[in-house]
């Protein structure tokens, strides 16, 4: 199963549709290095050997950590990898998540995320969006567009956006892909303690309408219910767990869905790329729901 990214461009991006989101990478609360870097590493080569060819990082993340296990584990990239970094926010000594997005700090954002994973072009960047602010969005995308313009940057996308943020984005420019929180479980806006954040549900039919892929975020570390339910329950008529169910509902869900399951587990990688193969009956989806 493949995905198109930016489809109706001149240089559109075709990836398989299981990512790998590189977060849980980090150490806790995404701060500092991975309890175990050799597992690091090995994860991220292990991915891209079993075909994943689209990963997710940040430059907050770590700070730095993943783009810089990317480069040590990845490069030389492969021709047909797609890393997809993100803009937009920062981390203070105290680990709280703030917004970074004036057009000078968006640039040197990209600057920094060029530098780490050792690109001249960031293939696909996210603008995360961090609630309402004193930086309007249209002057956070103009920037955004600017850098692409420039050559930075060769696909826009968009990160943690209402539906109306995402209407008013498609009136500035092309978006080429969406990142918004999606699984199972957590369809509709969620507040983890650090503002809002808009789910996937809320926008799908519009990335539909627009051939742009939906990219959930925290599918699995929020997108598991409680025990004793459906998920769980067609999850053992199918011999899999329920994280890997989960990892197949999305998959079943939109053609443009493209799930990033994250983990810093060797093993649960293995287990998550396992999901691509599970095959859901209508029956199976309807029951779900």
Request: proline content about 7%; overall charge negative.
């Amino acid at each position: 199963m493949t995905i198109t990214i930016a489809p109706h461009s001149a240089q559109p991006l075709t990836v398989n549709r299981l990512g790998y989101g590189t977060m849980r990478l980090t150490g806790p609360e995404v701060w500092g290095e991975p309890a175990n870097r050799p597992e690091a590493l090995e994860i991220l080569k292990t991915a891209v050997a079993s075909g994943v060819n689209f990963l997710d990082t940040a430059d907050y993340y770590g700070e730095d950590v993943t783009n810089r296990l990317i480069a040590e584990a990845l490069h030389p990239y492969p021709n047909d990898l797609v890393i997809c970094t993100k803009v937009g926010a920062t981390r203070r000594p105290d680990k709280s998540w703030v917004p970074f997005n004036t057009p000078e700090n968006l640039r040197t954002s990209i600057d920094n995320n060029l530098r780490t994973l050792r690109q001249e072009q960031v293939q696909l960047v996210h603008l995360r969006l961090m609630g309402p602010g004193p930086v309007p969005l249209a002057e956070q995308l103009g920037a955004m567009f600017d850098l692409q313009k420039e050559g930075k940057i060769l696909h826009v996308g968009l990160s943690n956006v209402t539906r109306a943020e995402l209407e008013e984005g498609l009136r500035l420019g092309p978006i080429a892909t969406v990142e918004n929180m999606y699984s199972y479980a957590q369809r509709t806006t969620v507040d983890l303690g650090h503002g809002a954040n808009p789910g996937g549900e809320e926008v799908l039919d519009l990335c539909e309408r627009h051939g742009i892929p939906l990219i959930p975020f925290f599918s699995l570390l929020h997108g598991l219910p409680k025990a004793g339910n459906k998920l769980a329950e067609v999850a053992r008529r199918h011999g899999a767990t329920e994280a890997q169910l989960n990892i197949a509902w999305l998959l079943h869900k939109s053609p443009w869905i493209l799930p990033i399951p994250g983990t810093s587990s060797l093993a649960h990688l293995r287990e998550n790329l396992k999901a691509a193969d599970l095959r859901l009956s209508a029956e199976d989806m309807a029951y779900l729901g």
